[in-house]
């Protein structure tokens, strides 16, 4: 059965930090792009990260570059997503998800399998 899975999200205090995993079963991630979505209460669905086949590129949205960074382990079938510096408005509900094709600009309309989600809340 495709699936991803993501896990790692919870409660953590502004500057603190966390780390999101992406586990694909069904699968092998070697063959796919993947990506970190968000989406905040009332708000749009946003690209955080996205990172090639290989791992040897990756793009990040402008609101975490220095702070985010996704890596793969494709020896474990498994993305990452490093938060440091987290901020109240990093809170959302945190998606992977994967496609066969290179998302250059990291858009949520090329992926075709999503993870079921994992939250993420930054509160004092």
């Known amino acids: 059965q495709f699936q991803l899975v993501e896990s790692g999200g919870g409660l953590v205090q502004p500057g603190g930090s966390l780390r999101l995993s992406c586990a694909a079963s069904?699968?092998?991630?070697?063959?796919?792009?993947i990506g970190w979505f968000r989406q905040a209460p009332g708000k749009e669905r946003e690209g955080v990260s996205c990172?090639?086949?290989?791992?040897?590129?990756?793009n990040y949205a402008d609101s975490v570059k220095g702070r985010f960074t996704i890596s793969r382990d494709n020896a474990k079938n498994t993305v990452y997503l490093q938060m440091n510096s987290l901020k109240p408005e990093d809170t959302a509900i945190y998606y992977c998800?994967?496609?066969?094709?290179?998302?250059?600009?990291?858009?949520?309309?090329?992926?075709?399998?999503w993870g079921q989600g994992t939250q993420v809340t930054v509160s004092s």
């Open positions: 990172i090639s086949r290989s791992g040897g590129s990756t």
């Open positions: 998800a994967a496609t066969m094709i290179y998302s250059a600009l990291c858009r949520g309309s090329d992926f075709s399998s």
């Open positions: 069904g699968f092998t991630l070697d063959y796919y792009t």
